[in-house]
């Protein structure tokens, strides 16, 4: 007698997270390319008290703004010393509210200053107190930026509402809970951006996770605000955005070092961890995202290494969280080492890039140094940051191909394809488009927009993880075995690093690039 059983139906494509994660960042990446340019919500923002501190510190510094003014007469950039004319006459009088459009009208002009370096170094003495760092929390959360966030949240949630429903979810319940949602990734960013909190090279995603968890253990929350807690949904479609940023010449921007150096650092690097954590009895999917995280860029690296593998989301809170915990005393121990031990500049910049886990925490250590340093930091960083496609791909190849079917046997080509993160194509054809099918001056142009819009997915996601964990979850996950996992590697990733910045950068295999 014959079974009655019929074989599962298959869904449809546009029914599949993956692809609908592809469609939902194709669509945005197009729109911002060919036509949409929506104005953001700005977050940086700097403390009334922090701004005046700021402004005594430029008032102890007028000889050397002097010396700018009379450099710039000299060079011919007349409305440079001007523009540094009134600045130092506002300071001279030290009412704020000339000193703050003086200040943006010198880096107004510097920005337009590419004849010399005179625009580079006027720009250097103002940094504490660009434009983008001196807005007053009042500036921030105006009118007008109230209504840019109401804007955007509004074209999330029909975006989100449409992905849920297509996925079989209620969309009248998801729109119920995703203000809320979304009402915290924005004040997640708005933290972020002080001033005081950017320098320390803290990023949105650990307040993200932090508010989430803080709501999630306050609070009984209610199934409807549940239904809009998307994780893997946000995430894929951030990741797809994030392929617009990793563009391959920025390997040519490095150089043959920087990427030399981030290719053994990354596969060296990479294995080491993971062994480790094998030793210690962390299971794969763990040790997969710790290894990414540390060898590679951190936090973007493990959401891509999540991604990738579809791992756990609380494996990957408590990855981000370590990530951040560890950078902070190493922006501050390290270059304090590279001074204590005259470590040169260029050496240390390549050490410093090769070893923080941030872009922000290179920026912030890499200041402490030297302009040299900081550069050379950034560069190795980038050369890092560009090899995250290649791992993503990587990873969820060989995830899904070790991945056993039941019985045993290996899958089919079929069953690896159905296994296959489909959002891991939408990261690379965005990053192989932006790096090769497009006018560079286009993708510089869209950078910051898509930036800003990728942010957001990823605020989005890291918030909906505080709200589903718990915070002693995260706390006695594996009892602390994760944790000196990647600890141990982030070591053993300083010691490697160095030697191989001193190799490369040092002058000991080939000459010391010149980097200024």
Not at 274 to 297: G, K, N, Q, Y
Not at 500 to 514: E, I, K, N, Q
Request: glycine fraction near 8%; hydrophobic fraction near 55%.
């Amino acid at each position: 007698m014959e079974s009655s059983t019929q074989p599962p139906i298959r869904p449809r494509w546009w029914h599949n997270e993956d692809w609908l994660a592809v469609i939902v960042g194709g669509l945005l990446i197009a729109s911002v390319l060919a036509f949409w340019r929506p104005a953001l919500p700005r977050f940086h923002w700097m403390t009334a008290s922090h701004f005046a501190a700021e402004t005594r510190a430029l008032q102890t510094r007028t000889a050397e703004l002097s010396e700018l003014q009379g450099l710039a007469a000299r060079r011919g950039e007349a409305a440079l010393a001007e523009a540094l004319s009134g600045l130092h006459g506002a300071l001279a009088s030290g009412d704020v509210p000339t000193i703050r459009p003086a200040l943006k009208q010198v880096e107004a002009v510097a920005a337009h200053v590419t004849a010399s370096d005179t625009g580079k170094s006027v720009q250097k003495f103002i940094a504490p107190l660009q434009s983008k760092r001196t807005s007053l929390l009042s500036d921030v959360v105006g009118a007008e930026q109230l209504r840019r966030t109401l804007v955007l949240g509004f074209i999330y949630l029909v975006i989100a509402a449409l992905a849920v429903r297509l996925l079989g979810g209620r969309a009248a319940g998801f729109a119920a809970g995703f203000p809320v949602v979304f009402a915290l990734a924005w004040g997640a960013q708005l933290l972020a951006g002080n001033a005081r909190i950017n320098d320390f090279g803290l990023e949105y995603v650990i307040f993200a996770l932090g508010l989430g968890l803080l709501l999630n253990h306050a609070f009984h929350l209610p199934d409807w605000l549940r239904q809009a807690v998307r994780t893997e949904f946000y995430i894929k479609s951030g990741l797809v955005i994030l392929g617009t940023g990793i563009l391959f010449q920025e390997i040519l921007q490095a150089g043959v070092l920087g990427l030399a150096q981030a290719v053994l650092v990354v596969t060296v690097v990479w294995y080491f961890c993971f062994w480790v954590a094998r030793r210690l009895r962390v299971d794969d999917e763990f040790a997969v995202m710790l290894s990414t995280a540390v060898s590679i860029c951190g936090v973007s690296a493990a959401i891509a290494a999540c991604g990738a593998i579809q791992g756990d989301r609380k494996k990957l809170s408590y990855v981000t969280s370590l990530v951040l915990i560890v950078a902070l005393p190493m922006m501050v121990l390290m270059p304090w080492i590279v001074k204590h031990f005259q470590i040169p500049e260029i050496v240390a910049g390549a050490w410093l890039g090769g070893t923080l886990d941030t872009s922000g925490s290179v920026v912030a250590a890499g200041a402490l140094i030297s302009e040299p340093a900081m550069k050379t930091g950034v560069i190795v960083k980038f050369s890092q940051n560009v090899l995250l496609g290649v791992a993503a791909f990587g990873l969820s190849v060989w995830w899904t191909i070790r991945q056993r079917a039941s019985g045993g046997q290996r899958p089919s080509v079929r069953l690896i394809w159905e296994r296959f993160p489909k959002f891991v194509l939408g990261f690379i054809v965005a990053s192989l488009v932006c790096s090769f099918a497009l006018d560079p001056a286009l993708v510089k142009e869209t950078k910051a927009l898509l930036t800003g819009l990728r942010n957001f997915w990823f605020a989005l996601a890291f918030v909906s993880i505080g709200l589903e964990t718990k915070f002693t979850d995260l706390v006695r996950m594996e009892g602390g075995r994760p944790a000196f996992a990647f600890i141990g590697a982030q070591g053993f990733n300083v010691v490697w690093t160095l030697i191989l910045s001193w190799l490369l950068f040092g002058g000991v295999l080939v000459a010391v690039p010149d980097i200024r």
